[in-house]
């Protein structure tokens, strides 16, 4: 469990001041003043800074490092993926908390995601529904 704490959040009306939040296994529980919690893991000082939900962005491409195609398309898939490690890291960083690739990205940069293996945010294609209906089904 996660209490943030003196954070700023719009509500969809109106900003709330030094408003506090509960997350529990990734779902936001409570939002109040001054909430408190006997089985909290984390306490975090938002110190009057701004709380938003993350970002999803549904058209990425991970596996583009340049926009030179002709460059990009010539490079060997470990310098891929490798670069692919570092843009994921990235955006997350930049507020990105889910995406869909839309073209390039394979289901193995989700392994590598969902296996902590490289830092980024959750990642979906037009293949990981197949894996994950394998996986589950």
Not at 60 to 82: C, Q
Not at 100 to 119: N, P, S, V, Y
Request: hydrophobic share 40%.
């Amino acid at each position: 469990m996660i209490i943030i704490n003196n954070a700023r959040i719009f509500d969809g009306e109106k900003e709330l001041e030094e408003n506090s939040i509960i997350i529990d296994n990734n779902i936001i529980k409570e939002v109040g003043c001054n909430l408190k919690s006997s089985n909290s893991i984390n306490i975090i000082n938002a110190k009057g800074n701004f709380l938003m939900p993350g970002l999803i962005d549904a058209h990425f491409h991970a596996n583009t490092p340049s926009y030179d195609f002709y460059t990009s398309d010539r490079m060997p898939p470990s310098l891929i993926a490798a670069h692919a490690a570092q843009i994921l890291t990235g955006v997350l960083k930049r507020g990105y908390t889910t995406i869909r690739d839309a073209g390039g990205g394979d289901i193995g940069l989700k392994l590598a995601l969902d296996a902590k293996l490289i830092e980024g945010p959750r990642f979906s294609n037009r293949w990981t529904w197949r894996y994950e209906k394998k996986r589950f089904f």
